[in-house]
């Protein structure tokens, strides 16, 4: 069975300093991992996904991941955040193909906090 | 593309009563999944439709939830005789597999 593991369940951060949102899965099969990031009472907004090809994704607004096939990670990070930034992250995984639903499995969501 | 809407955005309803919510996907979608996300967790699947065929109903969380997609279009969730555990977000996606793309949710508050 698949799961997905959010280490931190929050990140207090300065305004301007680098940040990191850690995500492990375990999977059997091959995955498709996503990063969505849910602003308050709001739904979840798509932030960037690994699909195939290079491993390094990137969104319009500054984020970034790495697929790491070998420890299972797909870590999101920013090099400077702000204060707009501020809001929960939830890492989903997805093993769509083959026959399988495709729902998605998600973490426990990281709420990233910046203060000025 | 206008994205996923949902209806209501809140509903406060009694223990008790039933509620319908909709969810409207982005057209030219053929899945449809519904997830439930209750305080301090991530989303948990509930059910999901290809076109108008719902093929997944096992998780859905007890016999007073079901779902609908007539047609393939629109979809409704409905849960029956609320009760307290119920109050949570409600979700909706639509799909070209994988990526999901979700609506703005439906908040249940069961007095």
């Known amino acids: 069975a698949q799961s997905v593991t959010q280490l931190d369940s929050q990140v207090p951060v300065f305004e301007e300093a680098p940040v990191e949102l850690r995500c492990n899965y375990s999977?059997?099969?091959?995955?498709?991992l996503f990063w969505y990031v849910q602003y308050p009472n709001q739904g979840l907004q798509l932030l960037l996904k690994y699909l195939s090809g290079s491993t390094l994704v990137e969104s319009i607004n500054g984020f970034e991941a790495e697929f790491n096939k070998s420890q299972t990670s797909f870590h999101l990070r920013k090099p400077s955040v702000h204060i707009s930034d501020t809001a929960e992250y939830f890492c989903?995984?997805?093993?769509w193909g083959g026959g399988s639903q495709g729902n998605l499995i998600f973490g426990k969501g990281t709420k990233l906090s910046v203060k000025p | 593309d206008t994205g996923v809407s949902q209806d209501p955005r809140h509903k406060i309803t009694k223990r008790g009563q039933n509620v319908t919510f909709r969810c409207d996907p982005i057209?030219?979608?053929?899945?449809l999944y519904w997830y439930r996300q209750t305080l301090g967790q991530g989303p948990e699947f509930l059910t999901y439709?290809?076109?108008?065929?719902?093929?997944?109903k096992s998780r859905l969380l007890s016999d007073r939830f079901s779902a609908e997609r007539p047609k393939g279009s629109f979809s409704t969730l409905e849960i029956q005789r609320t009760e307290q555990g119920d109050s949570a977000m409600y979700l909706c996606?639509?799909?070209?597999?994988?990526?999901?793309?979700f609506g703005p949710g439906t908040r249940l508050t069961v007095l």
């Open positions: 439709f290809q076109n108008e065929a719902q093929l997944e």
């Open positions: 996606a639509s799909s070209p597999p994988p990526t999901q793309y």
């Open positions: 989903a995984v997805s093993d």
């Open positions: 999977s059997s099969v091959s995955v498709y």
């Open positions: 057209s030219e979608h053929n899945r």
